[in-house]
């Protein structure tokens, strides 16, 4: 518990003094915001914000994590090694960062509003995905268990395992659906940032979410002393929720200045980079249809996209929301921004505590 609380406390800290230090060599660079001209009339203020502010969110993301175990070392903690799960759930958002940043990179230099090609964009997020999705059915631990296993998980892994199909074809299957849920969070986190603050927050509280989530998997883990009906089978559950916490401090640390006025975006860096973040919580501690609930704010705007796109699609012209992402719906109803960003936070929290709630009762009803 000292090392989680150590975590948060630097990811706060490196974050709220290294941010202004990035925001500087942004703008003497002259690394500003591109703005959509089909967007809402307000954010034309906005033009010119630096971006990329992801670069800080990953690389204070992995300074910290590795910082912490080495004071954890030093003061002889419990739980100080570094461990398969964090380093693979480190190299995911890491290397979704980086094809974000090519993306915020191509932007700037041009000086237009889109980046990378979409068809560089999926190579680039599949061959991540790919090698983190092998990865992660290797090194297993003294219990046999790897970071990550063939089955769907809700709670816990269920009975429908792809290694039903052998275990050539069931590790094909698990490398397409692992890309799936890594290509359905980053893309969903992407859509959610547009507003000052707003995606910063809400992944935030998801990842407070898993920290409550595995720290109750490791104290009921099957291994341990509690290893009675309802335990839990997962791989270094303690420091999922180490980087957990870590990353709710960070993100924390730099909401300080994204908030409204934001005096830096996170940019597809950050979004991708945290897309990715989400996506290697769920598939390790075995939630990842779960996280449909958790991020249950990223889900409603990333439908508010698909629906306004086949809607109007199919009616020759016509649109359900007055513009999509749906938060943008809102400002053009007149909503000011900082309302619908704490309104859209209240909403992402009541999914976060749904999913919660939902987590326990299951453990409840099994035990």
């Not at 230090?21 to 809402?40: A, K």
């Not at 889109?114 to 599949?126: C, E, R, V, Y």
């Not at 999922?240 to 994204?258: D, E, P, R």
């Not at 973040?277 to 996209?305: C, N, P, R």
Request: hydrophobic share 55%; net charge neutral.
């Amino acid at each position: 518990m000292i090392g989680l609380l150590l975590g948060a406390v630097l990811g706060v800290f490196f974050t709220v003094v290294g941010t202004p230090l990035f925001i500087r060599l942004l703008h003497r660079r002259g690394y500003g915001q591109i703005i959509r001209d089909d967007g809402p009339t307000t954010h034309a203020t906005k033009r010119g914000t630096p971006t990329m502010g992801g670069v800080v969110i990953v690389g204070n993301f992995v300074l910290v994590y590795f910082l912490t175990h080495w004071i954890m070392m030093m003061l002889d903690l419990e739980n100080s090694g570094i461990t398969m799960s964090a380093l693979l759930l480190l190299f995911l958002t890491a290397g979704m960062g980086l094809i974000g940043f090519l993306d915020d990179y191509i932007k700037i230099s041009n000086q237009r509003s889109l980046g990378l090609t979409p068809i560089g964009k999926i190579i680039g997020q599949g061959a991540v995905g790919i090698t983190f999705a092998i990865l992660a059915l290797n090194f297993p631990n003294s219990n046999g268990l790897t970071p990550a296993s063939t089955a769907i998980s809700v709670f816990r892994d269920t009975s429908w395992d792809f290694a039903f199909f052998g275990p050539v074809i069931g590790a094909i299957l698990f490398v397409l659906w692992s890309n799936l849920i890594t290509t359905a969070t980053t893309n969903a986190v992407n859509l959610t940032d547009g507003l000052d603050g707003l995606a910063t927050g809400a992944v935030a509280m998801v990842s407070v979410g898993y920290v409550l989530i595995t720290l109750f998997q490791a104290n009921q883990a099957c291994s341990g002393p509690t290893s009675a009906g309802g335990c839990y089978e997962v791989r270094d559950p303690m420091d999922l929720a180490l980087l957990g916490s870590i990353l709710a401090g960070v993100l924390l640390g730099f909401l300080w200045w994204n908030t409204a006025p934001a005096k830096i975006f996170m940019g597809d860096t950050g979004s991708l980079a945290l897309g990715g973040a989400l996506a290697g919580f769920a598939i390790f501690s075995k939630t990842q249809l779960l996280l449909v609930v958790l991020a249950g704010l990223m889900v409603i705007i990333a439908a508010s996209v698909i629906i306004q796109v086949v809607y109007f699609k199919i009616t020759g012209g016509k649109r359900v929301f007055l513009m999509a992402p749906l938060q943008h719906h809102f400002e053009l109803k007149g909503w000011a921004e900082v309302t619908v960003v704490v309104r859209f936070w209240l909403i992402g929290l009541a999914f976060v505590v749904a999913a919660l709630a939902l987590f326990y009762s299951e453990w409840v009803i099994l035990r």
